[in-house]
């Protein structure tokens, strides 16, 4: 009997990345661009600096198992804390910056961090958060911000780094060990904690390699506009390290013209943020505001957290620039799909599974659970709710009023093998080539006489429409079908609301009843912290009218 | 205090690749090319076999930690057998074919299988076998050969399946489990035995994916010519499941016309084997014998086993077919660099590289210790000994005569913070771009002198002439210089050893005293059962010539 392999204990860690990043890309760099203000560094550099905030912090009494929160835009030193913190077992919380202070302070109560790094510019957020008693450090990153200084206990990062040794050495964590912390986006209640290991943080580092997938390399250089408080800034800080990529980090500007100098600057291949800081920079090219050469390294935008028009990706293609979608949750590290062309699709087949978020990426299960509680077919296309399983995708969330530190039971399902799998909340179809198409979620259906109208579904018609920058569908009470879905819309730049007919456009695509009662053209539409369209206030939007009154 | 991270217990295992195939790639096919007849299978059918076959085999008895060995060429049974013996957690054991009748015994008491899959053709060199004990089930794969039916207990492998259910459902197995074992070719001494885990076998298909490196894709179509009894095929065919590639598989066969004919007939887009396979190949498609025409599917070649000549690379490179240089062991599962390009090389700076083996792949680290028994410093270009360690290098050998069935410790090191290592054998440098110049393997050094010469840089040297085809160098004892080296070559076709003038040629390119003694052409350099150059009957060859008596 031979039981168990005779292979070499070697953990999946961010020490391993580390380590990867200083022996073979010492030479790589990573520039920050603040407002006024361009700092680049080499990858060796980067490192003896991580190591040096590991020492420090070390030394400061940070323990395996503490949390060292950050509230930090995207920057070098956000980097530097993303190595440091995992690398001497601790555990890094990133606190969404865009919060309001009572829900930070609530975060913190979860996590009850023993540290935190705040940019300067955020230090006035930070004074109106109720901080946890666990707190003993506030360390103060120089951000080009005056900042405010007055808590006394803020100290400076530099000051910090200079009490380490550069020479510091990563032990050697357990892969089950918790990494990192990410609050989910709570479009709906409360935010659920999501804490992932270093084992899921490195394998699904290793998923953005795959050639069909995102394909990250090291001939690549990565800018990062996803904030690096969301999900891991989708993953992309720990995969460059391990592709030995470049990375460029725009600190909490997403303005065309900022993201236009840094591609151009450091020559960047890929960038990543939502649909909607792509679509301010494809009307400034296409406006001439931008001039494309300056965008000539760039080749793909991977872009999630929201659904992307054709227009968008056509309007890409004109410049050369493929846009890849992209779909994942928090609660996912984050990627579970991405839109690959598959190689025996026709370019008709291509063409209508192209605005699909796409097929799951090697190492991701999926499964449809119909309304009748089993899972649809493979290939049956039948819609059901979403569940995903796989080595980078979340167990529970993070309770830390459960004895376990295990909550969200409900959102977590065992199947009759004991397999686990999570329920995504996401209505989807999948169809007999692989690709996923999301419905719906859930909680965005509208219930209409009796049968589901698909929020998205409306929308993704609507900015199909070449006259339609973005849509947002949501339900409103009547009396008669129980709901019924009204449209918001914000306009391409000079087009004119009355020679829409949005209804009309509809009709020709969809049926009768799922036609919108009315469409509202909004300047802006309006987002909630996490930069997700604030459905809520637009519900709000909706109330008062008569018409819809239950 | 967060100690563990809350992500779901999902184990690597074989299992996983066997239901990505089912769902993801069910019109994906396998094709095996035998003398005379062709089989082409969907994988919806293949893995369906896989689950009859996982079935039958554990109702015929076999049960987890059970060894299962193959005496097979490569097919689709081979296949279906790598995915239905671990399947079930029994383990894999792929015996070479080409081995000595009392040499494959030595195997099978080293694994005691309980059950052997063979292909007809090798019944009658399993005859000659010693089998062990424990073996209660032969099973014969007919392969076109009438194979010799008299061994009363060899039972049809198309018979055992009809007996197992297609429906059978695989079994969640424990990552670290015994996934399969292949020994190494033993060029030195009695082979040992490599027990590859579950977690191992994925992770090392992982990193046949990564954009930096085979960058195996759907879109792919692999020939695996290299037998799937060495170290896993290189990895290709759970590589393939995982990417979701059609493979083509061709039996015994690697002769240019066979090859030629199934990368027509299956659209190979990249092929395996060892160099003499391709240098065959490439004569063939100069003369003119086989129209490239036939090929224009093919778009690399990864190639290892041995040294690549700048001919091959430039040879195929004119046809369009980009040579992939690759450096594995046994014992790393077995790949550990692909000579791929790094983005800040220059021109020159590549054209000196791509001889080389390459870079590590993104989870193998690298360290060089020098004859003083220190790590050489990165980048410093020091020679030594190389060094590997990651997710998928052996950490012992299989020793069934040690309680807990591990041997080999002299191979494998334990550095200062308790890391283990694998001590390859090889004498290598690190350049400071990365890149792994392989010197020599240890027992290949030929001691001149006081001196070392690497028979290795000779060999490099020799294949550099245009009119050699092959080159083998060896050391003969010397009474002046302790040793000296002797050099073998076989000549491209036509060539005339008169006007060679290797030793004229070699002077120009290295140091006086390292240039052989002698050059002896031969028609074909001697081989051993794993396709390796047979040094000792080399040496052999020498012997009995005064000049060189000690």
Redesign the interface.
């Known amino acids: 009997?031979?039981?168990?392999?005779?292979?070499?204990?070697?953990p999946?860690n961010v020490a391993?990345l580390c380590?990867?990043v200083e022996?073979?890309f010492p030479?790589k760099t990573v520039t920050t661009r603040r407002q006024g203000r361009d700092t680049t560094i080499t990858c060796r550099r980067l490192m003896q600096r991580s190591r040096q905030l590991a020492d420090a912090l070390r030394r400061a009494g940070v323990r395996?198992?503490?949390?060292v929160s950050t509230l930090m835009w995207n920057s070098q030193e956000h980097l530097e804390a993303y190595f440091a913190v995992p690398g001497i077992g601790a555990?890094l919380h990133t606190v969404n910056a865009r919060l309001p202070a009572d829900t930070i302070g609530a975060l913190l109560d979860d996590?009850r961090p023993v540290a935190m790094l705040a940019d300067a510019s955020l230090l006035s957020t930070l004074r109106q958060v109720r901080l946890p008693s666990s707190l003993k450090l506030i360390v103060r990153v120089a951000d080009g911000d005056p900042g405010n200084d007055e808590r006394a206990a803020a100290i400076d990062y530099e000051g910090l780094l200079a009490g380490g040794s550069r020479a510091y050495?990563w032990p050697?964590i357990d892969e089950?060990?918790?990494?990192g912390?990410c609050h989910t986006s709570g479009t709906t209640g409360r935010s659920k904690g999501?804490?992932?290991?270093?084992?899921?943080t490195v394998l699904h580092a290793?998923?953005m390699?795959?050639?069909?997938g995102i394909?990250?390399?090291?001939?690549d250089v990565c800018l990062t506009v996803v904030p690096m408080f969301h999900a891991v800034g989708w993953g992309f800080p720990y995969a460059c390290a391990?592709?030995?990529a470049s990375q460029a980090l725009s600190w909490r500007q997403s303005d065309p013209q900022t993201l236009a100098g840094l591609i151009e600057q450091t020559g960047a291949t890929l960038a990543t943020a939502v649909p909607t800081v792509w679509i301010n920079l494809l009307e400034q090219l296409r406006s001439g505001e931008i001039d494309a050469a300056r965008l000539r390294s760039l080749t793909r935008l991977p872009i999630g957290g929201a659904t992307v028009s054709s227009d968008l990706i056509d309007g890409y293609a004109q410049f050369g620039i493929r846009v890849q979608h992209c779909w994942g949750m928090t609660e996912v590290s984050p990627l579970g799909l991405v839109s690959t062309r598959?190689?025996?699709l026709s370019d008709e087949s291509w063409s209508q599974r192209r605005l699909t978020p796409g097929?799951?990426l090697?190492?991701c299960?999926l499964r449809v659970m119909t309304p009748q509680g089993t899972a649809a077919p493979?290939g049956s296309g039948a819609a059901g709710e979403l569940q995903i399983?796989?080595?980078?995708?979340?167990?529970?969330?993070?309770d830390p009023s459960a004895e376990d530190?295990?909550g969200g039971g409900d959102r977590f399902d065992t199947d009759s093998?004991?397999?686990?799998w999570?329920k995504t909340g996401d209505i989807a179809q999948i169809d007999s080539d692989?690709y996923v198409r999301i419905v719906d979620r859930a909680k965005d259906l509208i219930k209409s006489g009796g049968e589901w109208i698909s929020s998205l579904e409306l929308e993704s018609a609507l900015v199909q429409h070449p006259g339609v920058r973005e849509a947002a569908v949501v339900g409103v009470p009547d009396s008669v079908w129980q709901e019924r879905p009204v449209a918001f819309v914000s306009l391409v730049e000079d087009r004119d609301e009355a020679q829409l007919d949005l209804a009309g456009y509809l009709a020709s695509r969809l049926p009768r009843w799922q036609i919108p009662e009315r469409f509202i053209v909004l300047q802006e539409l309006p987002r909630n912290n996490t930069g997700k369209l604030d459905k809520a206030r637009l519900r709000e939007l909706t109330r008062g009218d008569g018409r819809h009154g239950g």
Chains 1, 2 share one sequence.
Do not use: K, N
Not at 194 to 200: A, E, F, G, L, Q
């Open positions: 009997m031979i039981r168990r392999g005779l292979m070499q204990p070697y999946l391993m380590r990867r022996s073979q030479d395996p198992g503490d949390c555990v996590t050495e050697e089950q060990a918790a990494c912390i999501v804490v992932y290991s270093h084992r899921s290793m998923s390699l795959f050639a069909d394909a990250l390399s090291e001939h391990l592709a030995g598959r190689s025996w097929v799951p090697p190492g299960e493979a399983r796989g080595p980078w995708v979340a167990d529970a969330y993070l530190g295990r093998d004991g397999r686990r999570l692989g």
